[in-house]
């Protein structure tokens, strides 16, 4: 019984902790005050980093989460920090959205046009296109009546991530539908786009 409420208040503790520090993020966006600390990145590495942070929430959610990353992508010059962040948020999302024996798919890739891009794709319980702008408004939830309404996460997540994204002069398309799922996708601007890392051969 003690380690069901000290569960609790561990997890009490870790969502207000989530809070705080969204607030804090999104605040510091609105005013103009988050610095991004920009660096050549391996993305291999930085979506390899969150599905390991990520991989036990969704075994323990019965949803499978598969991971690809393109051969040879370029490096991503771009801040760490927000670009876990963003990764982070979007698996979090769907994680929190899929039903048990759902699946997730984040993916790291090439566009025609010759833009990175990065995308989760679920196969929730989706939502209809009217509830996509209030999903992206700060502190708003889908209303009960939508099919789509919990009462857990901080109405942060989505936001926070546009926000992150548009510092980087990234865009970010919603697609989701009722019952069919929703699928993510963050692109980044060919300017972010440096060469192709040199990886050792294992």
Known sequence: RYKEYVGDIHKSSSHLLSLINDILDL????????????????????????????????????????????????????DKRALRQILLNLVSNAVKFTPKGGSIGLAAFMEPDGRMAFRVADTGIGMAKKDIPVALEPFRQIGKDSNIYTTEGTGLGLPLTRALARLHGATLVIESEPGLGTTITIRMPHARILEAPQRIAS
């Open 27 to 78: 605040s510091k966006i609105e005013a103009d005050r988050y610095e991004l600390y920009e660096e050549e990145l391996d993305v291999l590495d930085v979506v390899a980093s969150c599905e390991r942070m990520m991989r036990h929430r969704s075994e323990e959610a019965g949803v499978n989460l598969t991971v690809k990353v393109e051969d040879d992508l370029p490096l991503l010059m771009a």
